[in-house]
């Protein structure tokens, strides 16, 4: 099962277009998660045109995105647990805030965003997962999203560059 998996898209016009190289993987997806900042729910009926959807909100997200999506969300994929969540928060880092938010959750995996940088790393037992921004790279030298690949027994996670 193919999963792509993006963040902070901050699209804000309803005329904007996800990039090329993330519109490339779309059609393969099985399912899409957006771990927040969408801006718009246009985004949302984008992705899900090409898969199912699940995502969270993120903090420049507004009420129309907060009707659409939760703040977190846990789902199974092909047995494995992966928790989602934006980041967003006081104190503390991104990573310790998306932790804390799954510490009672056993999640195999937890994605999220906020920061717009990529992570790929085991705290413990858990994958961290930031797939990093496909359109606010920041000061970073790249654009990224992310694809994870499941069958029954493991998983394999990557980010895409560009």
Do not use: C
């Not at 792509?4 to 997806?29: G, N, W």
């Amino acid at each position: 099962m193919k999963v792509v998996i993006v963040s902070d898209t901050h699209i804000a016009k309803k005329e904007a277009e996800l990039p090329v190289r993330l519109m490339e993987e779309l059609p393969s997806a099985e399912l899409i998660i957006h771990a927040g900042d969408w801006n718009i729910p246009e985004v949302y009926d984008q992705l899900e045109s090409f898969a199912p959807v699940h995502g969270v909100y993120g903090n420049v997200d507004g009420i129309e995105i907060q009707e659409l999506v939760p703040d977190k969300q846990i789902i199974d994929v092909k047995g494995f647990k992966i928790g989602i969540v934006h980041g967003h928060g006081e104190k503390k880092t991104t990573e310790k805030r998306v932790v804390e938010a799954f510490a009672e959750d056993n999640a195999d995996i937890i994605v999220f965003g906020h920061s717009h940088i990529p992570l790929l790393r085991y705290f413990k037992k858990q994958l961290l997962f930031n797939p990093g921004s496909p359109t606010a790279k920041r000061k970073l030298p790249y654009y990224s999203f992310g694809i994870m690949t499941f069958n029954e027994e493991t998983f394999e996670a990557k980010h895409i560059f560009y």
